[in-house]
């Protein structure tokens, strides 16, 4: 099996401070963490399982900078085999589409017989590059996939609907799988792990590489244009309750008891 | 005249609300503008789904093939390339939903079609449509705008426009003839699978404790099992506790999980994404324990801590016991 994964490197937003940067068309990034992208380690997971089961070659491909490396050295210690690293200064402000298209200028020429990627990215959240990446190639597609079983020709996957409901397809392989969150259980790698797979290749290409003209990428190349960024305004806010912890407690059980609830 | 597509979502025989958000949004779009609103639906048998959409809309476009009769990106993804190429609508609304995000990312490529993706607005400015998109968990907004084309798809978030539905207007019903010629090869729908139910119905319950991430390992969430059982209630959370295994799927609350109204909902260590929020906005009474001040949950809930959990859930669960135990 030659399974190909796609992953980003995003920052870590959920508890961190925001701010908007000077252009306001993006968030200061200097004091951020940044990981796999969450739906993409549940992605390499897959790859690795499928790979320890049936043999074979898991290849990671990612569109971002140097500090990608970072993420690209962690799913090498997962397991996977090599990665590949797309960048050139003309990727900047690339959106869904245009980073559909850069992946493609790579795994067109390569081997495969399974594409994973995760269902969205946690950072701009277009859940669209799987699917556009998959047409391009002119391959069937899934998404929202919760359960994936290899058959001959096909793959049997439940994908996932609304309120816990799944629904089960077939699609002819070689395919494109965007997988969901709990899948799997992603395994942890330690900083040995991460510095053992440092042997591992690791490969850079650029715009030249890929065959792509500059104006099919970034801006110019995107179906959408960041036009603004701002902080959603607040139509409704909780009473924040103050005072230490015993006063909040007070408060709450009061609250509680008014309603009937205690 | 041009016209404004709404594609219809329906499951298992019914529509599904976010048609309905969708056609508010268009009705409100066409308003200002030289456009006609029409419902796009497929699917087989579908003709109780038509008159429902003839009520709300002037028009109403069906295609009835046995192969549209449940969801199947190859087989809408044909007939929906055959329309737009037919009929060139300026826009084409499709829910960010499940189905959405199979289909619509497709079929943009397919037509070389400008697609923006779980918008919470739309607007025209110009004749160019200015979309509104969350990024970042929800805690910052863009604005964006799409490339100049003759047509434009977006999907919108479902339940972030609240529907109405205008009297009654006996719209007309087209029959168009599905173009499919094949049955779709590389695609197929074998089954729906639900998931066995497990012994506790969140959906039933007064009180709900709900656990997040911040609750960080599996050893911490006795923590919260208590306070849940000195309130009577019981324990829910959010997706990746799931995940991760802790508890059962039957407990996760949000679009891919229950929909809950109890009358008390505590958040704990959630950081209210819209997924999670959309399955618990209406219960009566919501307090959120965040340590974030700017975490979103703020913004569903009625009262707010902002504090280590660790810290205030004992204390709370010590004082609730008290009270109970002196108002005996
Ligand atoms: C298609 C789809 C469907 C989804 N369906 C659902 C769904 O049904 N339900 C759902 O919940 N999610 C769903 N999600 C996931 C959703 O987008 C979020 O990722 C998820 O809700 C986040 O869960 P969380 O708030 O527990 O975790 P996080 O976003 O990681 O938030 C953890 C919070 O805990 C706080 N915290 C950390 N430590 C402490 C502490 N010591 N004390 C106090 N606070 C602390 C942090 O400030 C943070 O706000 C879905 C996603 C997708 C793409
Ligand atoms: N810059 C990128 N490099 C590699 N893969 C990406 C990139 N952006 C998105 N993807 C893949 O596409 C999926 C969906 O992302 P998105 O459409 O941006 O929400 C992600 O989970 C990744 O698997």
């Known amino acids: 099996m030659e399974i190909i994964v796609c992953v980003k490197h995003v920052p870590e937003t959920a508890e961190a401070e925001i701010a908007i940067d000077s252009s306001g068309k993006g968030i200061k990034t200097e004091d951020l963490v940044f990981d796999i992208n969450e739906w993409d380690d549940y992605a390499v997971e897959e790859a690795v399982l499928i ?3 049936l043999g074979g070659r898991v290849t990671i491909v990612t569109v971002g900078s140097e500090d990608a490396d970072k993420t690209l050295r962690k799913c090498l210690a997962k397991g996977a085999d090599r990665a590949i690293r797309l960048t050139d200064k003309a990727f900047d402000g690339s959106d869904a589409y245009a980073t559909a298209k850069i992946l493609y200028g790579v795994i067109k020429d390569l081997p495969f017989d399974l594409i994973l990627t995760g269902t969205q990215a946690g950072d701009d959240g277009y859940a669209q590059v799987g699917v556009i990446l998959a047409g391009f190639l002119g391959i069937p597609h899934a998404t929202m996939v919760k359960k994936i079983e290899l058959m001959e020709g096909f793959t049997r996957v439940n994908r996932e609907l609304e309120g816990g409901l799944e629904q089960v397809m077939e699609v002819g392989t070689p395919a494109l799988l965007a997988v969901q969150t709990g899948i799997n259980e992603p395994r942890y790698v330690s900083i040995m792990g991460i510095r053992k797979a440092r042997q591992k290749e690791l490969k850079v290409l650029g715009l030249n590489d890929l065959g792509l003209k500059e104006e099919e990428v970034g801006e110019s190349g995107s179906w959408i244009t960041v036009e603004e960024m701002f902080i959603p305004p607040v139509e409704k806010e909780a009473e924040i309750l103050v005072g230490g912890l015993d006063a909040i407690s007070s408060k709450i059980v009061e609250t509680l008891r008014a309603r009937g609830l205690i | 005249m041009t016209e404004l597509f709404v594609l219809a979502e329906h499951r298992r025989g019914e529509l ?59 087989a809408y993804q044909k007939v929906l390339t055959h329309l737009i190429s037919e009929r060139k609508p300026v826009l084409i609304l499709i829910g960010h939903t499940s189905f959405g995000i199979d289909l619509a990312p497709s079929l943009a490529t397919k037509l070389n079609v400008p697609l923006a993706t779980d918008c919470i607005d739309i607007n025209f400015e110009e004749k160019k449509p200015i979309v509104v998109r969350q990024v970042y968990g929800g805690k910052v907004n863009i604005k964006a705008s799409l490339r100049t084309s003759e047509s434009y798809i977006v999907t919108l978030r479902p339940a972030t426009i609240e529907a109405k539905e205008v009297k009654p207007i006996g719209g007309e019903i087209i029959e168009v003839a599905s173009p499919l010629k094949e049955e779709p090869t590389t695609k197929r729908f074998i089954e729906y699978f639900e998931p066995p139910a497990g012994e506790v119905d969140i959906t039933a319950a007064d009180v709900l404790v709900s656990v997040g991430r911040g ?5 911490s969430m006795p923590i919260v099992e208590k306070l ?27 679009t891919s999980g229950k929909t809950v109204k109890p009358k008390l909902y505590l958040a704990v260590g959630i950081s209210g994404a819209f997924q999670h929020v959309s399955g618990m906005k209406n219960s009566e009474l919501v307090i959120a324990i965040n340590r974030d001040a700017k975490a979103p949950i703020f913004r569903a809930a009625d009262f707010g801590v902002v504090e280590d959990l660790f810290k205030v859930v004992p204390i709370l669960t010590d004082r609730v016991l008290q009270e109970k135990k002196s108002s005996k």
Do not use: Y
């Open chain 1, 51 to 53: 790979k320890e089961k």
């Open chain 2, 16 to 74: 599904r609300d976010v048609t309905f958000e969708m056609l508010t949004k268009g009705r409100e779009l066409i308003a200002r503008a030289d456009v006609d609103l029409t419902a796009v639906l497929l699917g087989h048998n579908v003709k109780e789904l038509a008159i429902r959409l003839a009520d709300q809309v002037k028009k109403v476009l069906v295609v009835d093939d046995a192969r549209l009769k449940d969801f199947n990106e190859v």
């Open chain 2, 215 to 219: 609750i960080k390992d599996a050893d």
């Open chain 2, 228 to 254: 849940a059982e000195a309130l009577g209630g019981a324990v829910a959370c959010s997706r990746p506790i799931v995940d991760k295994g802790w508890l059962s799927a039957d407990r996760q609350v949000g």
